[in-house]
């Protein structure tokens, strides 16, 4: 089960669901869906992590971060976004979850995260000296050793009006 926040009228509702299958709800202009993942981005922090995880793990993680990615969607409202969220470095957890769902599902486009991040430092709500190296592609990428935190990925998807 997980527990899911979500403002309504300037309030916060809490909904305990299984995120694979959301409950009908009014649509959501913002939805943050940090989807269970290896963590392959906190092997520094995590060495274990190295112990456990099996190659058998990622395909069942994609189906899952698919899963959740696909039900948030149905919740998106027109104009909404989403940022899709990982701590791997795992191209199946990330990129390839991303690529299914746009294939799939055609009320959605790939914003750039360099745009957002340029709009940001613009507006002084970024400080970090050298955004372009967060972003590869379309996509938010941080890698541990090359910028001062863990491995992280991130996506924003906007539901077409």
């Known amino acids: 089960m997980q527990k899911l926040w979500g403002a309504s009228a300037g309030k916060i509702k809490t909904v305990v669901a299984d995120a694979r299958t959301l409950p009908d709800?009014?649509?959501?202009?913002?939805?943050?869906?940090?989807?269970?993942?290896?963590?392959?981005?906190t092997l520094?922090?995590?060495?274990?992590?190295?112990?456990?995880?099996?190659?058998?793990d990622l395909p069942d993680l994609h189906d899952r971060q698919l899963a959740i990615l696909s039900s948030a969607l149905k919740h998106l409202a027109p104009g909404g976004r989403l940022i899709y969220s990982t701590c791997s470095l795992e191209k199946e957890e990330n990129e390839d979850v991303i690529a299914q769902i746009l294939s799939e599902d055609n009320s959605v486009t790939l914003l750039n995260c360099a745009d957002e991040l340029n709009h940001l430092k613009g507006d002084g709500q970024l400080v970090y000296p050298d955004p372009e190296s967060l972003t590869r592609g379309h996509y938010l990428r941080t890698i541990p050793g090359l910028h001062p935190c863990d491995g992280f990925f991130a996506a924003i998807l906007e539901k077409r009006l």
């Open 25 to 41: 709800s009014d649509p959501y202009d913002r939805i943050l869906a940090d989807v269970p993942c290896s963590g392959t981005g």
């Open 44 to 56: 520094a922090r995590n060495p274990e992590i190295k112990w456990r995880l099996k190659p058998e």
